[in-house]
């Protein structure tokens, strides 16, 4: 054995030809400051062992690499910009070293070859991959750019129009389009990976296959004319800006990275990826995003750790859109469903949205036009409850009615067998009220499912006050199977989503009674706070009869904070009929585009009613609106965890950004507390205390703000010291 160490290791695979083989203790292979390190090793090794003619990399797990380990990326980040720079630059001088070895270099890419493993690739003369190989560059996705050359070496290697699309959108690729725009040069099956990666390398020894001509494009400057640069890099700046925003700078840094880059070599573009990236790094950006993704990570390790038992059959009662998207998704996954309704032309709509759902993953290649006509086959529209008594998972899915819903559960339980669990899809009403009527409540919970359902990834599950462990267990994971990421919640008027979120719908009510403007609200909750909608664009989309009712439940559950409030405008527009985009009037005009998408225009009738109902109107600064709309919604998040309705700020903040879409970029409630300071906002939030309970801020946030603590733990040390590396 030339080297070994935990996660590297180095032996001749035949005369001349050495293996490099990353074959790390866990089931996976990361590339963390570590294994960076021992490939440093490994490379000194190399460097000074006598008769070498070429190099494989390989792996010995079912990916290559599967990229950094990012739970390091928050200590990395907080690491001092000269220190972070340091060990940024001894990174590449590794990939450098890998990259000028003076004998020809392949890797045989099994699987996944993501970000740093990527990078890692590409600092070799070839890459041939199996069939399953996925590789591409997902930083941006973190808020971060390439920091190991891909941003210098991609676009070398497949032209700056492809190396963009990779890295600005964090994506990657299958082994065919890999092959196709030269990031790879052959798929080979996986048993014959090894010798196919020998035979290459032998062919590149006796000089049949040029590798130092290979090697070159990506260590000298790109081959551009300034006229294709300048054409490039403006179609990509105005595209990026387009679909990432203001508020995502990784795309465009990572654009103005490789512009600048264009003409110089290697080395010196390496320097001004390394600049960026740190820059990127200090950014909150970055750290709400990592901190999204250790929060989903989170989450799925309590799913994991929640397994059960999958139903053979499901039952889902009330078709329409809801029900029809629930059996949709069930069907999706392998788990045929029963769609159960009184009416004809409900179970009509529920079928018709599963089968455009199903026809459109045609259409667009995701699916096979036997597999659409076996999914929707798996899906069985009836009138009576006889099927329904097989199904080992019941999602009852009716009108939003207590007493609708009580009935509807307790006929269904009747004709169930006694493992058999039942779920309510309820926005609002507490679960525990609704298993009054249920001989076996311990089988009942809650399933909370959010529209559209096929696109929205968050489950509430919500265990009353009698609720079995064992039935949360195996809604969970029907809800995982399901592709959803379930969260599980205590019981309450509104559970956890609904709940945080009628405050903010108050904030709005508030600021319109005071005379605001619903369209300057709007514009500043989705430009400026980040929102997808703003409250009143939200309200029309939800239904202004659907909030108004929750609306009634809140009031009735919290009418201390959540009470009546005097002119409301929900109230208003609901006496008005006008319910949104369900019948085309609400804040907005609805009317449907050629594309058949519904498209908002401003009425100024309702402009003016709102206006009179407020009796007077007043212009509020960009900061006084966020505030008066988030101060409400953020209080109630730190309530439901004070009381364990959800149970950790990881939890909660996954729960908002899944289910509300609050502004990925802030990471959540509480990694936006967090990055303002407690005591910041706690100073902040009292100026607005005369505004009534809502405004009130709770006893325990205001402690921790005295203590100088944080939601989330200060990001631990790795265990690399920086500075050593470097």
């Given at each position: 054995?030339?080297?070994q160490?935990?996660?590297?290791q180095?032996d001749?695979?035949?005369?001349?030809i050495?293996?490099?083989?990353?074959?790390?203790?866990?089931?996976?292979?990361?590339?963390?400051?570590?294994?960076?390190?021992?490939?440093s090793?490994?490379?000194?090794?190399?460097?000074?062992?006598?008769?070498?003619?070429?190099?494989?990399?390989?792996?010995?797990?079912?990916?290559?690499?599967v990229?950094?380990?990012?739970?390091?990326?928050l200590?990395?980040?907080d690491?001092?910009?000269?220190?972070?720079?340091?060990?940024?630059?001894?990174?590449?001088?590794?990939?450098?070293?890998?990259?000028?070895?003076?004998?020809?270099?392949?890797?045989?890419?099994?699987?996944?070859?993501?970000?740093?493993?990527?990078?890692?690739?590409?600092?070799?003369?070839?890459?041939?991959?199996?069939?399953?190989?996925?590789?591409?560059?997902?930083?941006?996705?973190?808020?971060?750019m390439?920091g190991?050359?891909?941003?210098?070496?991609?676009?070398?290697?497949?032209?700056?129009?492809?190396?963009?699309?990779?890295?600005?959108?964090?994506?990657?690729?299958?082994?065919?389009?890999a092959?196709?725009?030269?990031?790879?040069?052959?798929?080979?099956?996986?048993?014959?990976?090894k010798?196919?990666?020998?035979?290459?390398i032998?062919?590149?020894?006796?000089?049949?296959?040029?590798?130092?001509a290979a090697?070159?494009?990506?260590i000298?400057?790109?081959?551009?004319?300034?006229?294709?640069?300048?054409?490039?890099?403006?179609?990509?700046?105005?595209?990026?800006?387009?679909?990432?925003?203001?508020?995502?700078?990784?795309?465009?840094?990572?654009?103005?990275?490789?512009?600048?880059?264009?003409?110089?070599?290697?080395?010196?573009?390496?320097?001004?990826?390394?600049?960026?990236?740190?820059?990127?790094t200090?950014t909150?950006?970055?750290?709400?995003?990592?901190?999204?993704?250790?929060?989903?990570?989170?989450?799925?390790?309590?799913t994991?750790?929640?397994?059960?038992?999958?139903?053979?059959?499901?039952?889902?009662?009330?078709?329409?859109?809801?029900?029809?998207?629930?059996?949709?998704?069930?069907?999706?996954?392998g788990i045929?469903?029963?769609?159960?309704?009184?009416?004809?032309?409900?179970?009509?709509?529920?079928?018709?949205?599963?089968?455009?759902?199903?026809?459109?993953?045609?259409?667009?290649?995701?699916?096979?036009?036997?597999?659409?006509?076996?999914?929707?086959?798996?899906?069985?529209?009836?009138?009576?409850?006889?099927?329904?008594?097989?199904?080992?998972?019941?999602?009852?899915?009716?009108v939003?009615?207590?007493?609708v819903?009580?009935?509807?559960?307790?006929?269904?339980?009747?004709?169930?067998?006694d493992?058999?669990?039942?779920?309510?899809?309820?926005?609002?009403?507490?679960?525990?009220?609704?298993?009054?009527s249920?001989?076996?409540p311990?089988?009942?919970?809650?399933?909370?499912?959010?529209?559209?359902?096929?696109?929205?990834?968050?489950?509430?599950?919500?265990?009353?006050?009698?609720?079995?462990?064992?039935?949360?267990?195996?809604?969970?994971?029907?809800?995982?199977?399901?592709?959803?990421?379930?969260i599980?919640?205590?019981?309450?008027?509104?559970?956890?989503?609904?709940?945080?979120?009628?405050?903010?719908?108050?904030?709005?009510?508030?600021?319109?009674?005071?005379?605001?403007?619903?369209?300057?609200?709007?514009?500043?909750?989705?430009?400026?706070?980040?929102?997808?909608?703003?409250?009143?664009?939200?309200?029309?989309?939800?239904?202004?009869?659907?909030?108004?009712?929750?609306?009634?439940?809140?009031?009735?559950?919290?009418?201390?904070?959540m009470?009546?409030i005097?002119?409301?405008?929900?109230?208003?527009?609901?006496?008005?009929?006008?319910?949104?985009?369900?019948?085309?009037?609400?804040?907005?005009?609805?009317?449907v585009?050629?594309?058949g998408?519904k498209?908002?225009?401003v009425?100024?009738?309702?402009?003016?009613?709102?206006?009179?109902?407020?009796?007077?109107t007043?212009e509020?600064?960009?900061?006084?609106i966020?505030?008066?709309m988030?101060?409400p919604?953020?209080?109630?998040?730190?309530?439901?965890?004070d009381?364990?309705?959800i149970?950790?700020?990881?939890?909660?903040?996954?729960?908002?950004?899944?289910?509300?879409?609050?502004?990925?970029?802030?990471?959540?409630?509480?990694?936006?507390?967090?990055?303002?300071?407690?005591?910041?906002f706690?100073?902040d939030?009292?100026?607005?205390?005369?505004?009534?309970?809502?405004?009130?801020i709770?006893?325990?946030?205001?402690?921790?703000?005295?203590?100088?603590?944080?939601?989330?733990?200060?990001?631990?040390?790795v265990?690399?010291?920086?500075?050593?590396?470097?």
């Open positions: 054995m030339l080297y160490s935990e996660n590297i180095a001749w695979v035949k005369q001349g050495v293996e490099l083989i990353f074959n790390a203790k866990g089931s996976i292979n990361k590339l963390d400051t570590k294994t960076v390190a021992m490939l090793e490994a490379l000194t090794v190399l460097e000074a062992t006598p008769g070498l003619k070429g190099v494989i990399l390989r792996s010995e797990k079912p990916a290559f690499i990229g950094a380990d990012i739970t390091e990326f200590s990395l980040f690491a001092p910009e000269e220190e972070l720079t340091q060990w940024l630059h001894f990174s590449n001088q590794i990939f450098s070293r890998l990259e000028d070895l003076p004998v020809p270099t392949v890797s045989a890419i099994n699987g996944y070859a993501l970000g740093g493993g990527c990078e890692c690739v590409l600092a070799t003369d070839f890459r041939i991959a199996s069939p399953d190989l996925r590789i591409g560059l997902p930083e941006t996705k973190l808020g971060i390439p190991f050359g891909g941003s210098v070496r991609l676009p070398r290697l497949i032209g700056v129009d492809n190396a963009l699309e990779i890295i600005t959108a964090g994506k990657d690729v299958d082994a065919q389009t092959l196709k725009n030269g990031l790879i040069q052959a798929i080979v099956p996986l048993e014959n990976l010798e196919s990666a020998i035979s290459l032998e062919q590149a020894i006796e000089g049949k296959i040029d590798w130092k090697r070159h494009p990506k000298a400057p790109l081959r551009l004319t300034e006229l294709e640069h300048k054409m490039s890099f403006s179609v990509a700046k105005g595209m990026v800006m387009k679909v990432a925003g203001p508020h995502y700078p990784a795309p465009i840094t990572a654009v103005r990275t490789i512009e600048k880059a264009a003409f110089l070599n290697r080395d010196e573009a390496l320097a001004i990826e390394t600049e960026n990236f740190v820059k990127l200090r909150d950006v970055a750290k709400a995003l990592v901190g999204i993704f250790l929060n989903d990570q989170y989450v799925k390790n309590i994991k750790k929640r397994h059960a038992e999958l139903p053979k059959q499901a039952a889902v009662l009330g078709a329409g859109i809801m029900g029809g998207g629930i059996s949709y998704q069930s069907a999706l996954k045929p469903v029963v769609m159960k309704d009184i009416n004809q032309k409900s179970l009509e709509l529920g079928m018709n949205e599963a089968l455009s759902l199903l026809q459109k993953r045609q259409e667009k290649g995701r699916m096979s036009a036997v597999d659409m006509a076996k999914t929707l086959a798996s899906i069985q529209p009836t009138l009576n409850y006889v099927s329904v008594s097989d199904a080992d998972v019941v999602v009852e899915a009716v939003e009615n207590p007493k819903k009580a009935t509807v559960l307790a006929e269904t339980e009747a004709l169930l067998a493992h058999a669990v039942l779920a309510s899809n309820t926005s609002t009403i507490p679960i525990s009220l609704l298993a009054k249920l001989k076996r311990e089988n009942f919970c809650g399933m909370h499912f959010f529209n559209p359902v096929h696109r929205m990834p968050l489950v509430e599950i919500i265990k009353g006050e009698k609720t079995s462990e064992e039935t949360i267990n195996r809604i969970v994971s029907y809800a995982s199977k399901m592709g959803k990421t379930p599980i919640v205590n019981d309450c008027p509104g559970f956890f989503v609904n709940r945080v979120l009628f405050p903010y719908f108050a904030g709005f009510s508030l600021l319109l009674r005071d005379g605001a403007d619903f369209l300057a609200v709007d514009k500043v909750m989705e430009k400026v706070f980040g929102w997808p909608m703003g409250p009143a664009y939200l309200l029309d989309v939800v239904g202004i009869d659907t909030a108004n009712h929750a609306q009634a439940v809140m009031a009735q559950g919290f009418p201390d904070r009470g009546t005097e002119r409301d405008a929900i109230a208003l527009l609901y006496e008005q009929q006008r319910y949104g985009q369900k019948n085309n009037h609400g804040f907005y005009n609805y009317a585009d050629k594309r998408k498209q908002k225009s009425d100024g009738q309702i402009q003016t009613l709102i206006q009179q109902n407020a009796g007077k007043q509020f600064s960009q900061d006084v966020i505030a008066r988030m101060i919604m953020i209080n109630e998040v730190i309530r439901c965890l009381e364990g309705i149970a950790s700020p990881a939890e909660a903040d996954i729960a908002l950004v899944y289910g509300l879409g609050f502004p990925p970029f802030r990471g959540g409630v509480f990694r936006y507390l967090d990055t303002i300071g407690l005591a910041q706690v100073a939030a009292q100026q607005y205390a005369s505004l009534g309970s809502l405004y009130q709770p006893e325990s946030l205001k402690q921790k703000a005295q203590r100088n603590e944080t939601y989330y733990p200060k990001p631990a040390k265990d690399v010291n920086i500075r050593e590396l470097a």
